[in-house]
């Protein structure tokens, strides 16, 4: 369930230090300053966060205490956002499924009164009171439900979206009030479109999309005038998010493009006061060093509350469509900044994701998501590094000690990973009640993809990190019966995850004996000779190598087919080395599992005391 922690004195010490700002003139802030701008170092990747969800918004209702939410696998998520304390997120930022099954993706959510709320598509509105989670009826179940807002104390709200058409000028607008406990469909907005962004500020409020431009004013809502995007050509606008100021001033983001085959779409702001719109941002972006060509869309819109003694300070985020994939796009305002209008601000390295939403709980902190399992902080600090590097193939673990034993201080970590663990009961991870262990994510997709329980057997430990005695660097590591599994973070798919050197491992010591020297080519039929270590693989496991994996699942040979008597059962077997594992041969056993691996995973871990003697077949 998601879980706030807020302090009443908070609230207090911020209303202290505001009025010390009144008072003294400070104007002081994390983006005010003009001689230090914000840069890609400000913006820090929080570590270990599931790169299968695509994140569609963020609330913070302190700079301690918000949620995320999205969806995975077509399925919603929400997320707690918890700063706890010593100054990092990371480790210390609890990332907890909501205890409830969202039928739906989730798109926009708020918290409000120690309350939240939540809606996505297929009319799915659902409300999170006193810790428990329950689905509210939708007027319109068929809307997809992309923006809210909760005012005061939570009595009274609005959401925004469409019931999807065959284009998106041809969708219908779905606007929804909540008063007296319900929500009801509000029929205002009129004409054909999409309602992607609504927002309201001291009883004003704008809702933008492919329907134009609203107004609610005094209860009414008014469609308002809009400047033409592009007096001397022609192109339309995009209008992806709305935030109101105050009674008159808002601001509008989104993106513009041409009507051309090759036009690119370019970053477009709008910005009311004193009751007019005029384009705030045309394309043309400060300290922006993209190169002409790469489509920018903006889609996430924030600002500070509004105060008259401080200035305004703002955010604006989405995406850089470049050849090599999309890249975030950050934009940062603030009314003491020089020279005063929207500039770049650079994204972190290494990420390679679209943002969709940002907010600031907060004139020194701010906290974006996007898309695959992206967060990103601003003013928390240096972060720890990720202890597993998010990719869409491989979502970051989860804790799986749960019913464990309490390990001795002094236990390495691989020890403490083969203590059984209770069955998480988690969507996406396979329990094996027969070892006590699970099976998730990356090292899922591979064991299945690549013979699962007949080639590996079952896992023998949970994931932890083992340094490797190849490189002397650190992977994430899951032992199996007959395979030791490797996170390669630096290897682009399908390589990210490879088969640890077992056969060099055990086989360390043995380079003098006959087998293992390297040998002359012989020319049998089936028998295929790799000259790299000097070493013949003749039928039947050549014919095994090449029809299940070969070269990235067992490596080369090193060692020639020789007899040699099983550590796991004591008999004699058939056997050749790789530098993965041992293929052995069983004449007893039929056709389909005359060939199988060696137990090497059971052998390694025997020998290193961390599991007891053990014939699990």
């Known amino acids: 369930m998601i879980h706030r922690s807020r302090k009443v004195w908070f609230g207090a010490l911020f209303g202290f230090l505001i009025l010390l700002a009144i008072t003294f003139g400070w104007r002081g802030s994390a983006l005010s300053s003009a001689q230090v701008p914000p840069t890609g170092d400000d913006w820090q990747h929080v570590a270990d966060v599931p790169a299968s969800i695509n994140f569609r918004d963020v609330f913070m209702a302190t700079y301690i205490s918000g949620i995320a939410l999205g969806e995975q696998n077509s399925s919603g998520v929400a997320y707690d956002l918890e700063w706890m304390s010593s100054g990092v997120w990371g480790r210390l930022l609890q990332l ?127 469609k308002e005038q809009e400047p033409d995007p592009c007096p001397e050509s022609h192109c339309f606008p995009t209008y992806t998010a709305v935030r109101a100021i105050n009674v008159d001033e808002a601001w509008i983001a989104g993106s513009r493009i041409g009507l051309c085959g090759i036009c690119v779409s370019s970053p477009y702001m709008l910005h009311r006061d004193n009751g007019r719109w005029q384009i705030a941002l045309d394309g043309g972006v400060h300290g922006d060093p993209t190169r002409e060509g790469a489509g920018r869309e903006l889609y996430g819109l924030t600002f500070t509350d509004y105060n008259p003694y401080l200035p305004m300070l703002a955010w604006a985020v989405g995406t850089l469509q470049g050849a090599d994939g999309p890249k975030p796009y950050i934009l940062s305002h603030s009314d003491t900044q020089e020279p005063s209008e929207w500039q770049y601000v650079p994204y972190p390295a290494g990420t390679n994701t679209q943002l969709t939403s940002i907010s600031i709980p907060d004139r020194e902190h701010a906290v974006a998501v996007g898309t695959g399992g992206t967060i990103l902080s601003f003013g928390y600090g240096p972060q720890p590094p990720p202890t597993l590097t998010p990719t869409p193939a491989f979502p970051a673990p989860v804790p799986t000690t749960v ?93 990210d995850v490879l088969l640890g050197l077992l056969g060099r491992t055990i086989t360390a010591g043995r380079e003098n004996e006959a087998p293992f020297q390297r040998a ?98």
């Open 96 to 222: 907890t499924l909501a205890d409830f099954d969202f039928r739906a993706p989730l798109w926009a959510g708020v918290m409000v009164n120690d309350e939240v709320w939540v809606v996505g598509e297929q009319g799915l509105i659902a409300h999170e009171q006193n810790g428990t989670w329950s689905e509210v009826a939708s007027p319109v179940p068929g809307a997809k439900l992309v923006t809210l807002q909760m005012l005061g104390s939570g009595d009274e709200g609005w959401a925004g979206g469409f019931v999807p058409g065959p284009t998106e000028s041809q969708s219908e607008p779905v606007l929804l009030h909540y008063t007296n406990g319900q929500w009801q469909r509000d029929e205002s907005i009129t004409g054909e479109g999409t309602i992607n962004s609504l927002h309201f500020a001291q009883g004003s409020g704008w809702a933008v999309g492919s329907v134009g431009i609203w107004r609610n004013y005094r209860g009414e809502w008014s």
């Open 403 to 495: 019913g464990a034993p309490t390990p001795t201080p002094a236990a390495p970590e691989g020890q403490i990973a083969t203590q059984r663990v209770a069955d998480p009961h988690m969507s996406g991870v396979a329990y094996f009640g027969v070892v006590g262990h699970t099976l998730r994510g990356g090292f899922r997709d591979y064991w299945e993809q690549h013979g699962g329980l007949m080639q590996f057997g079952y896992p023998l430990t949970e994931e932890f990190t083992e340094v490797s005695a190849t490189d002397g660097l650190p992977y994430i590591t899951q032992y199996f019966e007959r395979a030791r599994f490797e996170w390669h973070p630096e290897n682009a798919p399908p390589y």
């Open 520 to 617: 002359v080519a012989q020319t049998g039929s089936g028998t295929i000779y790799f000259d790299a270590t000097g070493h013949n693989m003749p039928p039947p496991f050549s014919g095994y190598w090449q029809q299940q994996g070969g070269l990235p699942v067992y490596g080369y040979p090193i060692s020639e087919a020789f007899t040699e008597i099983s550590p796991t059962d004591g008999k004699p077997y058939l056997v050749q080395y790789f530098e993965r594992n041992r293929l052995e041969y069983h004449p007893e056993l039929p056709d389909l599992f005359k060939v199988s691996m060696g137990l090497l995973g059971v052998q390694i871990l025997q020998e290193r005391g961390w599991i007891p003697g053990m014939d699990l077949h």
